[in-house]
């Protein structure tokens, strides 16, 4: 009797709706409970369009306390105002400025910050806290944590269905993670004025769905802080411009009045006090 063949069947020849089956090539379309980011052109690339709660979201960067309230912080003023709870900070590398979340929506009694000198502490407090059903959502610095803790991790924020944000060093990219979501996350400064950064590029290194190779451009600060810093970029470039001419002996009539040295002054003066307010704005 002659062996029977195996028949293979390409993916093209399956269905393209199978129940339960997700196929690798498009974001998977279950029944993920997501919550939005805020950011439309996040959303369109996350499955679920949001941030996925119960499940932890690892963020990637190389400089820590940059640009990570931002990233999350529109989610977070979405999810309190449906939900109670706390929203906890675990270890940050910062002191948050309360003033500033309040502004964009996130009230003070919301938030509790554990600091822990060392890092097992920092991990056993985010266990504890996801494991709290008072808790919202977890915002934890791991920048040693190991594999197998991240697991413990992720079930923790599974069984009580939480949103938790893991934040790591960019070095960490190379490493296994059991997050379901895992992005990196970097800033873009402000085109002439280095000290300002009102983008920040959003890398999506793992999710449920295909590879994306193209990073995403996402506001890195409320919109009044980048009003600000573009009114100071323009004028010290506007200053540093004029004080060249005068010192060459010209001056243009389009920045200021022929030899109007107090005009010059006046500029880098403005220049000066948009520094003093910018981190007032941003906290």
Known sequence: MPAL???LRVVS????????????????????QA???????????????GWPVGAMTEVLQARPGLH??????????????LRRG????????????????????LRAERLCRLQASQPQAALWATEQ????????????????????ALRRLQLAAAQQQQLLWVFRGGDAAGQASPAMLRVQ?????????????????????????PPLDQALSLPACPSLLAQVLQAQASRRMAAQQYAQQLVQGRSSPSLAP???VPAAASMVESAHALDRIAPAVSG
């Open 5 to 7: 063949s195996p028949v």
């Open 68 to 81: 990570e309230w931002q990233l999350v912080l529109p989610a977070l003023v979405q999810a309190a105002a």
């Open 185 to 209: 996350l970097q800033g873009l400064p402000l085109p002439g004025h280095p000290a300002g950064a009102p983008q920040m590029q959003v890398h999506i290194l793992k999710r449920k769905g």
């Open 86 to 105: 706390a929203v906890v900070v675990v270890a940050p590398p910062h002191e948050p400025f309360v003033p500033a979340l309040q502004a964009q929506g």
């Open 129 to 148: 806290a996801l494991r709290c059903r008072d808790v919202m959502a977890v915002l934890a610095w791991l920048p040693q944590a190991q594999p197998a």
């Open 258 to 260: 022929v030899g109007s």
């Open 13 to 32: 020849d399956l269905p393209s709706a199978v129940p339960g089956v997700w196929h690798a090539d498009s974001l998977s379309a279950g029944p993920l």
């Open 35 to 49: 919550q939005p980011t805020g950011h439309a052109l996040l959303d369109a690339q996350l499955p679920g369009g």
